[in-house]
Nanobody, 130 residues
Framework: QVQLVESGGGLVQPGGALRLSCAAS????????IGWFRQAPGKERGGVSC????????NYADSVKGRFTISRDNAENTVYLQMNNLNPEDTAVYYC???????????????????????WGQGTQVTVSS
């Protein structure tokens, strides 16, 4: 059974930092393209960052470039999202997602659209407020 479990969310003051984790079970993450998404109340789920299967291609939403960093620990089968210099506009539920991309032709695929993914975590709340 494929399972993605996010953790690390919470309440942080503006300018603060959090590191989100996405622990995978039932799948081996280095065979998958990975994405982080977020959804604020009343808004659509949007892409925050993505990481290709081979780790060589990453992308970030313009709103988080220079502040967020995506990474993967193959030994821990976990993906991380380091979020620095947080601001209230970052408040949302954050989700990780995965899609199987074993074929060599897709090893550098980095996807920022939610519909491209078929495995999702339950989300973790991030609230940035003073």
């Amino acid at each position: 059974q494929v399972q993605l479990v996010e953790s690390g969310g919470g309440l942080v003051q503006p300018g603060g930092a959090l590191r989100l984790s996405c622990a995978a079970s039932g799948l081996t993450l280095h065979y998958y393209a990975i994405g982080w998404f977020r959804q604020a109340p009343g808004k659509e789920r949007g892409g925050v960052s993505c990481l290709s299967r081979d780790g060589g291609n990453v992308n970030y939403a313009d709103s988080v470039k220079g502040r967020f960093t995506i990474s993967r620990d193959n030994a821990e089968n976990t993906v991380y999202l380091q979020m620095n210099n947080l601001n209230p506009e970052d408040t949302a539920v954050y989700y990780c997602a995965a899609v199987f991309k074993i074929l060599p032709a897709f090893r550098r695929v980095c996807l920022m659209e939610a519909h491209e993914y078929d495995s999702w975590g339950q989300g973790t709340q991030v609230t940035v407020s003073s």
